[in-house]
């Protein structure tokens, strides 16, 4: 059975931004594997390692950055990668990725046995591909796991998910597509030799014409949803601030809270 | 889009039970259907009576379409998908709401892709612009924007929003009509299946509903420093919530965590320790009464935004503020001459509310 794990590149500004000489550091805005499609590559590599896969293949459209999205995913232990990349993806919004992620799969003409990628993107945080991508495959699907089973003889899945008040066993045949949280596994840190290795395993590159698609039909062109303006976000009055020992601040707080809006 | 009418919601239930996110998007939609003199219908799937239905028409529905089947009861994407996009088909309604739950996050990007229509996620607010189209507003630019979201070329116009994000009505006696939807599925929509359920005890205080939430973020520093706020919550009658960074790093699990893609809480009294104030968690928070921020940085961007800001270290400053709490309770206390209670409910806990829920 092959497995295909979906990667995307997201920039670390959640976790990295830190104190410097306290100021927010932010002038080392690095790009990342999403962190959710990291417990998607790891349970894909622990099916092959476990015998219930041969194959694990890395899938991302994005820049030319999201090679190495895809590279960390091979250090991990995929085995080969596949990117989309073209200008013309631009602007696309989650119809449009998931209509040329299937596509892709299309082109490269795998044969898959599951699909699986993390529940969300820490930049967009839509949530949407992995639905829009079932539903255009027709393939059942199963959202924030944190147990996955595989009998790939008996050609279903049975994976674990939380839900309000407990947790639901849901089983579906393959092929089927799985999405990953925290909780389902613990994702490694890659070797050395494993990272130099991943170097040299293959990344097929597409452009959007290689999958049939003309420029119109993707990016901010073939996108249902369209970014009318930007704003910024309400702004408040900002209110009063203090500084001091932990004692006179912690003293202001309570006069605050008891006196001026007698909230204790 | 003349042929498409009616601000449609999609009504989650679990267990038999309407989730409240399903009401608070019908008085969204009521309130957009009357400013364009248009019908509110509801989507209700489940094991449901005709009576039960009815209960939707009090929160602002006009016409409750209702798909009753005892395999309705659980959620099955296939089966949900395929009714959803049938009646949508049928009556052809200008836009769609779902809630932006784990199940309509599996349900809304199934049904945008089968009626080959644009969705949006996490939406903060919707509204109508001036041509009638439907501006969805969501986050953007990791939170530092605010992006208006259109879907100028196909109906219906999908948005998801979390619980938590409008107002529950409250219910009214209204006229309305209850529709009852033929059923068709086979056991090949019955997917995935749903082999066992396994209830489990909750051990966080909800934050649904808390009148404190007492939410910490990575300047918390450590597991240990947790306590803290733990304790302050149990001092305030509160719920301790967190952001994605203290989730990421463990310190709080994932089901607290408040913002755009986690809990949106609106408590009397917010307290932030250790909280720089990115956007995607400033959305979960902001229609808080009092925003109280307490972080080492003068320039985080959450003293933008709060009403009292503390610039010091939350590790030091919380240990100092409840020290004083303490101290006050106690004093409280030998006045009254009762002896000092182990934990303060606090004016107001969940509890003295009633029903949380």
């Given amino acids: 059975m092959k497995v295909v794990v979906f990667c995307k590149s997201v920039p670390d500004t959640e976790t990295r931004v830190r104190l410097k000489d306290n100021r927010l550091d932010k002038s080392e805005i690095k790009y990342i594997l999403n962190p959710y499609d990291e417990y998607a590559v790891e349970e894909a590599v622990r099916m092959k390692e476990g015998g219930k896969a041969e194959e694990v293949i890395a899938i991302s459209m994005g820049p030319e950055r999201a090679k190495e999205a895809l590279r960390s995913a091979l250090a991990i232990g995929a085995d080969r990668g596949i990117l989309i990349k073209d200008d013309a993806l631009d602007g696309s919004d989650t119809y449009v990725t998931a209509k040329v992620l299937v596509k892709a799969l299309e082109k490269d003409g795998l044969e898959y046995g599951m699909l699986l990628f993390g529940q969300q993107a820490i930049d967009g945080d839509t949530w949407h591909v992995p639905g829009q991508v079932a539903e255009m495959l027709g393939l059942p699907q199963t959202g924030s796991i944190i147990k996955l089973e595989v009998d790939p003889d008996g050609g279903k899945a049975v994976a674990n998910r939380m839900v309000e008040g407990g947790e639901e066993v849901h089983e579906m045949a393959l092929p089927c597509v799985v999405t990953c949280r925290k909780g389902l596994n613990e994702p490694r840190y890659p070797s050395l030799p494993n990272i130099m290795k991943a170097k040299k395993k293959p990344i097929q590159e597409y452009s959007v014409s290689d999958l049939g698609f003309s420029a119109e039909d993707v990016g901010k062109a073939g996108a249902l949803t369209e970014v009318l303006s930007y704003a910024l976000p309400p702004q408040k009055e900002a209110g009063k601030k203090v500084e001091g020992e932990p004692e006179e601040v912690a003293q202001a707080l309570l006069q605050y809270l008891k006196e001026e809006i007698k909230v204790i | ?357």
């Fill in chain 2, 1 to 357: 889009m003349g042929d498409y009418r009616g601000f449609w919601v999609f009504i989650e239930q679990l267990q038999g039970r309407v989730s409240d996110v399903g009401l608070e998007l019908l008085g969204k939609a009521r309130e957009l259907a009357d400013a364009t003199n248009t019908y509110v219908g509801a989507l209700l799937l489940g094991d449901f009576s005709k009576a039960k239905a009815k209960e939707l028409i009090s929160y602002g529905a006009d016409k409750v379409y209702l798909f009753s089947h005892e395999k309705l009861a659980t959620y099955h994407s296939l089966a949900y998908t395929k009714l959803v996009c049938q009646a949508v088909t049928q009556e052809k309604p200008e836009a769609l709401f779902i809630g932006a739950t784990p199940l309509g996050a599996n349900l809304a990007p199934r049904v945008a892709a089968q009626l080959e229509t644009g969705l949006s996620a996490h939406c903060v607010d919707l509204r109508l612009g001036e041509d009638g189209i439907l501006e969805q507003i969501v986050p953007g630019f990791g939170g530092t924007m605010m992006a208006v979201i259109i879907c100028p070329e196909k109906r219906p116009q999908m948005a998801t929003v979390m619980p938590g994000v409008f107002p529950k009505p409250e219910p009214q006696d209204r006229q309305g009509e209850v529709i009852s939807m033929a059923v068709e599925i086979t056991e090949k929509d019955l997917v995935p299946r749903v082999v066992e359920f396994k209830a489990k005890e909750q051990k966080t205080v909800a934050l649904d509903g808390a009148s404190v939430v007492v939410c910490g973020g990575y300047g918390m520093g450590s597991k240990e420093n947790w306590q803290l706020l733990e304790e302050l919550a149990r001092l305030l009658g509160g719920a301790v919530g967190a952001t994605r960074p203290a989730v990421d790093e463990g310190w709080a699990p994932e089901e607290v965590m408040i913002g755009q893609s986690g809990k949106i809480v609106h408590p009397k009294l917010y307290i932030g320790a250790g909280v720089s104030g990115i956007m995607h968690h400033v959305v979960g928070v902001q229609d808080s009464e009092i925003i109280v921020v307490i972080n080492k940085d003068p320039n985080a961007p959450f003293f933008q935004v709060c009403d009292f800001g503390v610039v010091g270290d939350a590790t030091q400053v919380l240990p100092a503020f409840i020290g004083k709490l303490k101290e006050r309770q106690k004093r409280a206390c030998d006045f009254l001459s009762i002896e000092t209670p182990q934990m303060n409910e606090g004016p107001y806990s969940p509890d003295s509310k009633g029903d949380s829920q």
